[in-house]
């Protein structure tokens, strides 16, 4: 039923360009990657809902101009945010680390997605993590930083090297203690993450430390405000000048967004040049800078720790600043540095948990709905596709092609058709629905094969007479809705498709998984093969 | 004379922590980068000035914890600025290129510092220009941005190619027009500097088109200060999303900094995502942003042009939007992109403008100061420079050792003590100050035949007798004062140098560049050597 727009409801109570905005029409929206497809001016200057309807959560307006919108679950969510202001952070002093930092070994790290979500969680809610274990090898923290995003060169280079220099064009170059500082403040845009790898640490002293400056600002906040005011409103010029560089970026010491919400540090005196302003403008700033300094000072938040050779300290140079005890020259103290950023490593997170929410659904289809369905055949689906999943393991096919067999079938759950209907003579593209509702995750590799592999069954029978006479029941039947064997015009285009050879491999061992009670792995066992081929 | 602090001076009515933290003595600032070597909360809390003087344009302060600081100039000038925000920019419409954009020919480009200059100018000031007759070779664009930067590596790679795709998951792949725009607004940071290199363009349509974005937020401000405010303080969701990759940044359509200045701009309808709020406030955005999108969309801010193959496009991707008539699939078009960012171009600009400086400045030394100098010779140190510079040259020298020829005796003019000192008895130790002067813009190749030619002479009068007895009267003169021959210790040290070879043969030429009357190139003919020495 059409409600008229005037009458009260939620729908009516939206703002009508939000809504529309947010039309999830293919016509508006590319299917594929979600990015809009009109622009914001093409809407009428006089839009406004014609008419509605909302039944069962979901929501339809009719638009003045004639275009139709579908909501499937209502009005769109409102949610989330981007994770970098002090809202979504865990703010921290050093005892609350009294029982350990946050740390992982490379090597799990690596292996296992879970672990990497953990650490790169860690660096996103705490401001850093350490691994233990990277190998102690030259421009290694090149490739850590590679595991979560990418490296962004600066006038030190693609990576530089914490070691006493002899004619150090920087402080970091020498054995001296450093306070509490973030690095590269005269970068405009700043580098969002720092890492360090420790090569050999075999000195006195070159202790690392760590305080969180978000922390620091919200005590200043709390102690001062107006000392907090003036922080976050004067902009201050970080510069550093050697023979081939020039750097200056005008900044305020803490960075606020539009909510008032801290979002960035920067704290150098290093690098602060000569600030502009009148008497009384510098006095202040002097004021509330000096007791924000003193504030990152406190001991309770310096967080001290010593870096092992192996360990990579990865940290956010927006958020905590950084420190050195001073060491003896008694010993080797070599640390390899570089810079990446935020925004990557948020990325690679949302995409590794993205991936563990689409193994969770793949695993709930396999204990759940396919265990249920039987198309036909005398095992379940999920027995069906966990028998060819074996097949192909143990005829010792690769794994995109194990993982092929083992999901060739998931379509039929997923399209706007259920593999119910094809039984009922309706052609529900399974094969279509699948690849599609796969590649969100996997690579044409894995969905291509499942793709092709109702095509293989009609290029099958239409080139080996004796393959259709295996088929079981269910699949002659089957068959006749997907339009029978091909033609010999079809079956010569489809040999020359580049997944021809893969699909009739998978549709092989389809055709052969339909053995009653056999023995399989479970889906758990695929998972950890299913994980690598997302990456 | 020491004034108490009390009386009425300029000095007294300066912030004390601000003087101080300007103090340039070689205790609070390295002397080599300027980086300061005290933390702001080394200071006291209780620090005044105990007494000063002032004269000669000098001023000298006694601070209450003892220290002294001598500023040479006065108090600390209050210059600059980063050039970031609209205040430093050239705002522009299209009709501001009628007689043509800000373009380069990259062999130009490359040869001449100037050149050079106009070009980074121009995106620094007005946000774009193009260099024409790049070669059209793969990855290109790539050494294009290492001219003034690092190139930005972003889930695109390192770059992009902007050409039809069989399965776009970016609109800039397809052949449809695009809209202004600014790229990658769901990055944070996001990359501020944008470089697109055509390789072919033979297709109809598809030209280019620049909207100055501050110009556009400026124009919004005037015509409806309110939707203007509303646009800097709305948090917007910007969002992308494919296999391997979700970002997602919060931040405002127009970006002010403290003091209300543009400074940046995102707009990108295609990967806004759906923004939270009340529906006043959702109303309140959409009528302002759609206000905002109108006027970047009239006619008189559209530059278009074409871009032909071998021209690259350099802008500020968080200023200007850019844009892409629609193109028929007639002709083939391939660009090449990459990202960067606006910081290091700065530098570039900066250390360019510095070197040139320096230039002018030993120009003005060789015809000043240095054209007036005659040091017990019958040449001038002008002509002596320029005798031995073109006696390296004509010896086939390689270019570091014409320049160390050219520029041996600056340190005559630059330290406490002048070359009049030295012929009055007291060592300038001039080789040492021209070295290190020269060091701020020459590699150790120019500055350590330098900095050894006179240990070059006291060598070869210990090594070699015959040398000693070639030596002009000034020089026996100097070689007393200078320490006098070495001892066959030091020359055994002397030798195993890794300068000592460039130095002796900077010292030969040196002996012999006192010819009276002898005809040399001028300072101008060394220019260009000199500047490709600097980088």
């Given at each position: 039923?059409?409600?008229?727009?005037?009458?009260?409801?939620?729908?009516?109570?939206?703002?009508?360009?939000?809504?529309?905005?947010?039309?999830?029409?293919?016509?508006?929206?590319?299917?594929?990657?979600?990015?809009?497809?009109?622009?914001?001016?093409?809407?009428?200057?006089?839009?406004?809902?014609?008419?509605?309807?909302?039944?069962?959560?979901?929501?339809?307006?009719?638009?003045?101009?004639?275009?139709?919108?579908?909501?499937?679950?209502?009005?769109?969510?409102?949610?989330?945010?981007?994770?970098?202001?002090?809202?979504?952070?865990?703010?921290?002093?050093?005892?609350?680390?009294?029982?350990?930092?946050?740390?992982?070994?490379?090597?799990?790290?690596?292996?296992?997605?879970?672990?990497?979500?953990?650490?790169?969680?860690?660096?996103?809610?705490?401001?850093?993590?350490?691994?233990?274990?990277?190998?102690?090898?030259?421009?290694?923290?090149?490739?850590?930083?590679?595991?979560?995003?990418?490296?962004?060169?600066?006038?030190?280079?693609?990576?530089?090297?914490?070691?006493?220099?002899?004619?150090?064009?920087?402080?970091?170059?020498?054995?001296?203690?450093?306070?509490?500082?973030?690095?590269?403040?005269?970068?405009?845009?700043?580098?969002?993450?720092?890492?360090?790898?420790?090569?050999?640490?075999?000195?006195?002293?070159?202790?690392?430390?760590?305080?969180?400056?978000?922390?620091?600002?919200?005590?200043?906040?709390?102690?001062?405000?107006?000392?907090?005011?003036?922080?976050?409103?004067?902009?201050?010029?970080?510069?550093?000048?050697?023979?081939?560089?020039?750097?200056?970026?005008?900044?305020?010491?803490?960075?606020?967004?539009?909510?008032?919400?801290?979002?960035?540090?920067?704290?150098?005196?290093?690098?602060?040049?000569?600030?502009?302003?009148?008497?009384?403008?510098?006095?202040?700033?002097?004021?509330?800078?000096?007791?924000?300094?003193?504030?990152?000072?406190?001991?309770?938040?310096?967080?001290?720790?010593?870096?092992?050779?192996?360990?990579?300290?990865?940290?956010?140079?927006?958020?905590?600043?950084?420190?050195?005890?001073?060491?003896?020259?008694?010993?080797?103290?070599?640390?390899?540095?570089?810079?990446?950023?935020?925004?990557?490593?948020?990325?690679?997170?949302?995409?590794?948990?993205?991936?563990?929410?689409?193994?969770?659904?793949?695993?709930?289809?396999?204990?759940?709905?396919?265990?249920?369905?039987?198309?036909?055949e005398?095992v379940?689906?999920a027995e069906h596709m966990l028998q060819a999943g074996a097949l192909a393991e143990a005829a010792g096919a690769p794994p995109h092609l194990v993982a092929a067999a083992l999901l060739h079938d998931?379509?039929?759950?997923?399209?706007?058709?259920?593999?119910?209907?094809?039984?009922?003579?309706?052609?529900?593209?399974?094969?279509?629905?699948?690849?599609?509702?796969?590649?969100?995750?996997?690579?044409?590799?894995?969905?291509?094969p499942?793709?092709?592999h109702?095509?293989a069954?009609?290029?099958?029978?239409?080139?080996?007479?004796?393959?259709?006479?295996r088929?079981s029941?269910?699949?002659?039947?089957?068959?006749?809705?997907?339009?029978?064997?091909?033609?010999?015009?079809?079956?010569?285009?489809?040999?020359?498709?580049?997944?021809?050879?893969d699909a009739v491999a998978v549709r092989r061992w389809d055709d052969e998984a339909k053995t009653a009670?056999a023995t399989t792995p479970d889906?758990?066992h695929f998972?950890?093969l299913?994980?690598?081929?997302?990456?």
């Amino acid at each position: 039923m059409e409600t008229p727009a005037s009458e009260p409801s939620p729908a009516a109570s939206l703002s009508p360009y939000w809504l529309r905005d947010n039309c999830p029409c293919a016509e508006c929206r590319d299917p594929r990657n979600g990015q809009k497809l009109f622009q914001i001016t093409d809407l009428p200057d006089d839009l406004t809902i014609a008419a509605h309807t909302e039944a069962d959560g979901r929501l339809e307006v009719l638009w003045s101009d004639g275009h139709r919108s579908r909501y499937p679950s209502g009005p769109p969510a409102q949610e989330g945010g981007d994770g970098r202001t002090e809202a979504d952070k865990r703010l921290w002093t050093a005892a609350d680390f009294a029982r350990g930092i946050p740390e992982a070994d490379w090597e799990a790290y690596l292996a296992d997605p879970a672990e990497r979500a953990a650490v790169l969680t860690a660096v996103r809610r705490s401001g850093f993590a350490v691994l233990r274990g990277v190998p102690t090898v030259d421009r290694q923290v090149l490739r850590v930083a590679e595991t979560f995003g990418h490296v962004r060169v600066t006038n030190y280079g693609e990576l530089f090297d914490v070691r006493v220099e002899p004619d150090p064009n920087n402080l970091a170059f020498t054995s001296v203690a450093i306070t509490p500082h973030t690095d590269n403040p005269y970068r405009d845009p700043v580098p969002t993450l720092q890492l360090l790898h420790c090569l050999e640490n075999s000195a006195t002293g070159g202790d690392s430390g760590l305080v969180d400056g978000f922390r620091a600002a919200a005590l200043l906040r709390a102690e001062a405000p107006d000392a907090f005011a003036v922080l976050t409103r004067t902009l201050v010029p970080f510069v550093f000048r050697d023979r081939n560089t020039e750097l200056r970026a005008d900044r305020p010491l803490i960075d606020v967004d539009p909510l008032g919400r801290i979002r960035e540090v920067r704290f150098n005196n290093r690098s602060i040049a000569t600030l502009r302003g009148s008497a009384e403008e510098l006095d202040a700033f002097y004021a509330a800078y000096r007791a924000f300094a003193a504030i990152t000072l406190r001991p309770e938040l310096q967080l001290e720790f010593r870096l092992d050779p192996g360990d990579c300290l990865i940290f956010d140079n927006v958020r905590l600043l950084h420190a050195r005890t001073a060491f003896e020259q008694d010993g080797r103290r070599h640390l390899q540095g570089c810079y990446a950023d935020l925004d990557s490593l948020a990325s690679t997170l949302a995409v590794l948990h993205r991936r563990t929410a689409a193994l969770d659904e793949l695993a709930a289809l396999f204990a759940g709905e396919g265990a249920g369905e039987y198309l036909g055949e005398a095992v379940t689906m999920a027995e069906h596709m966990l028998q060819a999943g074996a097949l192909a393991e143990a005829a010792g096919a690769p794994p995109h092609l194990v993982a092929a067999a083992l999901l060739h079938d998931v379509g039929h759950f997923q399209g706007a058709l259920h593999g119910r209907d094809l039984m009922q003579g309706q052609d529900n593209r399974h094969s279509d629905t699948g690849a599609d509702w796969l590649a969100r995750w996997f690579g044409p590799e894995v969905t291509e094969p499942i793709r092709l592999h109702v095509a293989a069954k009609r290029y099958l029978c239409a080139v080996e007479p004796a393959y259709r006479a295996r088929l079981s029941e269910a699949s002659e039947y089957t068959l006749q809705v997907q339009g029978g064997p091909m033609s010999p015009a079809q079956a010569t285009a489809f040999a020359a498709h580049p997944a021809a050879t893969d699909a009739v491999a998978v549709r092989r061992w389809d055709d052969e998984a339909k053995t009653a009670d056999a023995t399989t792995p479970d889906f758990a066992h695929f998972r950890p093969l299913l994980a690598a081929l997302m990456t």
